[in-house]
């Protein structure tokens, strides 16, 4: 379906991203130590960026996709709520943490398939981002089922093995070479450039959400996919390297293709 949507059209890839961010705000602000109130305060926050990037896919107009900065000064309204025991910023804090872990990765995607090139839709850049996601986490899960000796980080996520980490890596730059030749018209360096912040930024943000999810004690993050976890479960690698994957493209946009 993921894949459906991003080959269609833009406004699929809208419709999809937006629906999976809410889904991750959502997951990630049910559990965030905020009154119910302001739980709403922020999901609503995310339904109006999300409304605003629609208007951005539809008109190409900058102003729309820059327009959630007006919401700034009405997100810190949640400072002078009633109970004065609780720390000031804390709801604050809690709302641009998740509109930057759980809204702007998404975005950022979009950015990339509609602004790298004038004119142009790229969805097999997106396409790739995802296709190389699953590839690592798969390599690596066979590999450390059958090599794994050595944990990665044993106290937070006691699966994951270096030889499971390093054996989905290697697999995922050589499933790059073959994306670069038959997928897109870019150069193949490019693509190496991407696994190279892609494999360690993805190894970081499930790390993240694997030491987020045991300090609250849940195995998974909701119900989405059941026996597969929730959005930020399916999720969790592309948080923390979309946006980087993003600026790397839009600052070597004029050499790209």
Known sequence: MTLASVWYSRYSLWAIFSFFSMGCLYEFVKYGDVSSRFRQWIWLSG?????????????????????PVLLVPLLFLGVLRKNDKEPVFQPASVLVTAVLYTVLPFISLILLATEIEPGAYHFELVGSIFLLIWANDTFA?????????????????PGKTWEGTIGGAAMTICMSFFLARYITPIATIHYVVMCIILIPLGVLGDLVESKWKRRLGIKDSGAFLPGHGGFLDRFDSILLSAPVIFLYFYAVKTNLF
């Open 47 to 67: 339904l109006g960026i999300w409304l605003l990037t629609g208007l951005f896919v539809y008109t190409g107009q900058t102003v729309f996709l820059l327009a």
């Open 141 to 157: 899960y066979v590999f450390g089922r059958l090599f794994g000796r050595h944990k990665l980080a044993p106290l937070v996520s």
